[in-house]
């Protein structure tokens, strides 16, 4: 009976998904903001770079998207009405997919696997380090223009970011939908939006 209620257990943490706690995020140094706006780009689709990101890098680039910076009802972004971010961001990476919890600051994995190839066919993000896949929660905001305007705050966040530390990125709405609502197990309600690839 124990070793049955053992393996119980097992498959139900393997059902609920591994958290992994993250470092917390860099809040200082770097470039001043005005540098960074001035010298805000797109990475070039040719020539994008295939270097790691680390998991330092990745911290603080995830919670500039859409982490808290204060108690309460405060973010990094703007939310309307003060509402909880209504989009959420997956970072797909080659050991799996996962789901960044920014009350946690930590990633809870929804996929063991390397799904990069099903959600974009571009060759230069599949070759990315990691793939930020951006996804509305269309039942917790009614008015989809709020999608596009919180998702639009967070990435540009995520260039600031990612330009402060080195790392390369690039906004892109051509994704496959089917495969990312298939391969990070989206409900019926969720949107994906838009995808950044990061890379160094």
């Known amino acids: ?17 591994a958290e992994v706690k993250l470092a917390k995020p860099q809040a200082s140094g770097g470039e001043g903001i005005f540098t960074l706006l001035e010298k805000r780009a797109s990475g070039l689709r040719i020539g994008f770079p295939t270097g790691a990101v680390s998991d330092q890098e990745l911290s603080t680039i ?14 990094t972004v703007p939310v309307g009405m003060g509402r909880p971010p209504h989009v959420k961001v997956y970072a797909v990476k080659n050991d799996g997919a996962f ?9 809870t994995e929804v996929n063991p696997k390397n799904v990069k190839a099903e959600v974009t066919a571009d060759g230069f993000v599949r070759n990315s380090s990691v793939i930020l896949v951006f996804v509305a929660d269309t039942a917790a905001n009614k ?20 330009n402060a530390l080195g790392v390369t990125t690039r906004y892109l709405m051509t994704l496959n939908a089917d495969g ?21």
């Open 62 to 75: 995830l919670w500039a998207a859409t982490g808290r910076n204060r108690n309460g009802k405060g973010w």
């Open 99 to 107: 789901l960044y919890d920014w009350q946690k600051h930590a990633l």
């Open 1 to 17: 009976m124990r070793k049955f209620c053992g393996v119980l257990l097992l498959v139900f943490l393997a059902a609920a998904g």
């Open 143 to 162: 008015r989809a223009e709020m999608d596009n305007i919180l998702v639009g705050a967070m990435s540009q966040n995520v260039y600031l970011a990612a």
């Open 180 to 200: 990312i609502r298939k391969e990070l197990k989206l409900n019926k309600t969720d949107l994906p939006l838009c995808i950044m690839p990061l890379a160094k």
